[in-house]
Nanobody
Framework: QVQLVESGGGLVQAGGPLRLSCAASERTFSNYAMGWFRQAPGKEREFVAAISWSGDGRRYADSVKARFTISRDNAKNTVYLQMNSLKPEDTAVYYC???????????????????WGQGTQVTVSS
């Protein structure tokens, strides 16, 4: 079982930056593709960004493209989400997710991910 723990959420003013981190317990972290999803109150969980097991591949939702950057450090078993130019509509609980693969990438559907963190709240004030 892979355990994922997100951190870095908080309250930020519109236009500001925030960086989320997700630490994984799995020693073979480099065999997992990772994703970030978010869920706002009353809405379904939506895809934000994904990164391949090696970090060579990245995919973003249109709503965050050019503002958010996903990255990973396999030596630290950690994936990051750098969020810039934040907007009030980015307010949500952000979740880190993972699935084991060395070939199947990208996955943008939440149901295709096997492991999830507990989430971290991001609130953007206007």
């Amino acid at each position: 079982q892979v355990q994922l723990v997100e951190s870095g959420g908080g309250l930020v003013q519109a236009g500001g930056p925030l960086r989320l981190s997700c630490a994984a317990s799995e020693r073979t972290f480099s065999n997992y593709a990772m994703g970030w999803f978010r869920q706002a109150p009353g809405k379904e969980r939506e895809f934000v960004a994904a990164i391949s097991w090696s970090g060579d591949g990245r995919r973003y939702a249109d709503s965050v493209k050019a503002r958010f950057t996903i990255s990973r450090d396999n030596a630290k078993n950690t994936v990051y989400l750098q969020m810039n130019s934040l907007k009030p509509e980015d307010t949500a609980v952000y979740y880190c997710a993972a699935y084991l693969t060395l070939s199947d990438w990208p996955r943008v559907e939440a149901t295709m991910y096997d492991y999830w963190g507990q989430g971290t709240q991001v609130t953007v004030s206007s």
